[in-house]
């Protein structure tokens, strides 16, 4: 074992378009958020067993107190694939700038980070691949029925189109198996984050969201459909750098967002604020309910639509220059 500690990061997430739609089988587009990280350290501790301290949340346990938590069963997981002996003294320190529960990827960007520095400490070599798979299945434990979207972008840390494609011709998302590719981004763009305020945990609205489209599968199936057409058009006007175009669809994808019982009164507040100071589009982003919404603007428009959102209640607001290679996010 080392005698060193081992540092690792990882982003925070966005999603540009096709949530919801994207855990039953139709793409998504998602980006990372490169200066929005959780860290974990990993030392040897001075005592026996496996010590976790998330220093933002004031808590710390060991992994023997409470062996049902998610990041408990993380370690175990990670351990048993690096081969790590067991008996270990370990102190695992946690620290993320992502709010909780706010639709920008913080427990995935957690458990990524936790696998990261272990596998450094351990001096393994994972892939991002690998990465994502141990992640997925702490997403599974959290969310129930995810799509592995936040897993993938956050481990592979590149805007990235996200479809689980259907292998069995049955149309359920257990059936479906996930791929990912890079997306052209044409032109450079920006977009501010607003954040309700309201923290709500994925699997509400997702949970939801199931029991609604096994009571009526083909009106939600219908809605689906013209998300996943969203998302195509979307990827295609990445491709060309054509804003005003991604301005209407991203409007369009939340009017959609809307129909499938998502959004909510804040998240439509900060959506119709934006688009009243000048955004060329806007949309709640993530599973909803709470959390954030993003807005497509112009630049030199920034400020000004910055403040709308505030005065319409936004609990914080953060800008981002999306680009081909990184994304990074600035508060305002
Ligand atoms: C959550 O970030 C995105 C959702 O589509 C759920 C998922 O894909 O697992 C709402």
Same mark, same amino acid.
């Given at each position: 074992?080392?005698?060193?500690?081992?540092?690792?990061?990882?982003?925070?997430?966005?999603? %540009?378009?096709?949530?919801?739609?994207?855990?039953?089988?139709?793409?998504?587009?998602? !980006?990372?958020?490169?200066?929005?990280?959780?860290?974990?350290?990993?030392?040897?501790?001075?005592?026996?067993?496996?010590? &976790? +301290?998330?220093?933002? !949340?004031?808590?710390?346990?060991?992994?023997?107190?409470?062996?049902? #938590?998610? %990041?408990? %069963? =993380?370690?175990?997981?990670? /351990?048993?694939?690096?081969? *790590?002996?067991?008996?270990?003294? /370990?102190?695992?320190?946690?620290?993320?700038?992502?709010?909780?529960?706010?639709?920008?990827? $913080?427990?995935?960007?957690?458990?990524?980070?936790?696998?990261?520095?272990?596998?450094?400490? &351990?001096?393994?070599? @994972?892939?991002? *691949?690998?990465?994502?798979? !141990?992640?997925?299945?702490?997403?599974?434990? =959290?969310?129930?029925?995810?799509?592995?979207?936040?897993?993938?972008?956050?481990?592979?840390?590149?805007?990235?189109? &996200?479809?689980?494609?259907?292998?069995?011709?049955?149309?359920?998302?257990?059936?479906?198996?996930?791929?990912?590719?890079?997306?052209?981004?044409?032109?450079?763009?920006?977009?501010?984050?607003?954040?309700?305020?309201?923290?709500?945990?994925?699997?509400?609205?997702?949970?939801?969201?199931?029991?609604?489209?096994?009571? #009526?599968?083909?009106?939600?199936?219908?809605?689906?459909?013209?998300?996943?057409?969203?998302?195509? *058009?979307?990827?295609?006007?990445?491709?060309?750098?054509?804003?005003?175009?991604?301005?209407?669809? /991203?409007?369009?994808?939340?009017?959609?967002?809307?129909? !499938?019982?998502?959004? $909510?009164?804040? @998240?439509?507040?900060?959506?119709? +604020?934006?688009?009243?100071?000048?955004?060329?589009?806007?949309?709640? $982003?993530?599973?909803?309910?709470?959390?954030?919404?993003? *807005? @497509?603007?112009?630049?030199?428009?920034?400020?000004?639509?910055?403040? $709308?959102?505030?005065? +319409?209640?936004?609990?914080?607001? %953060?800008?981002?220059?999306?680009?081909?290679?990184?994304?990074?996010?600035?508060?305002?």
């Amino acid at each position: 074992m080392q005698s060193i500690t081992y540092t690792a990061s990882s982003p925070g997430k966005l999603i %540009l378009c096709g949530e919801h739609a994207v855990v039953y089988g139709r793409p998504a587009i998602a !980006l990372p958020l490169r200066d929005l990280r959780a860290t974990v350290a990993v030392m040897p501790a001075p005592s026996p067993g496996i010590h &976790f +301290a998330a220093l933002d !949340l004031s808590d710390k346990w060991r992994l023997d107190q409470r062996p049902d #938590d998610s %990041l408990s %069963l =993380l370690v175990g997981e990670t /351990l048993r694939y690096l081969n *790590a002996q067991p008996n270990l003294a /370990l102190m695992i320190r946690i620290t993320s700038v992502i709010p909780i529960a706010s639709g920008m990827g $913080s427990g995935a960007a957690v458990a990524t980070a936790l696998v990261r520095a272990l596998a450094a400490f &351990f001096t393994a070599d @994972l892939s991002a *691949a690998t990465i994502s798979e !141990l992640v997925y299945q702490n997403e599974r434990r =959290l969310h129930g029925t995810p799509s592995g979207i936040d897993n993938t972008v956050v481990a592979f840390e590149q805007p990235i189109w &996200f479809e689980r494609k259907n292998q069995t011709h049955t149309p359920h998302p257990s059936s479906l198996t996930p791929s990912m590719e890079p997306i052209t981004i044409a032109a450079p763009f920006t977009l501010l984050i607003a954040d309700t305020g309201v923290r709500s945990a994925t699997k509400l609205p997702v949970g939801d969201l199931r029991r609604r489209w096994q009571a #009526d599968t083909p009106r939600y199936e219908a809605l689906f459909d013209q998300i996943g057409g969203v998302a195509h *058009a979307v990827r295609a006007a990445l491709a060309e750098g054509n804003m005003p175009e991604l301005g209407r669809l /991203l409007d369009q994808n939340h009017v959609l967002l809307c129909e !499938l019982g998502v959004s $909510s009164t804040e @998240l439509d507040t900060l959506v119709a +604020a934006a688009k009243h100071a000048g955004a060329l589009g806007a949309k709640l $982003s993530g599973a909803g309910w709470g959390g954030v919404m993003l *807005a @497509l603007v112009d630049p030199g428009d920034a400020t000004r639509v910055a403040a $709308s959102l505030r005065t +319409a209640g936004a609990a914080s607001v %953060l800008e981002t220059m999306v680009t081909a290679a990184e994304i990074s996010a600035n508060r305002l």
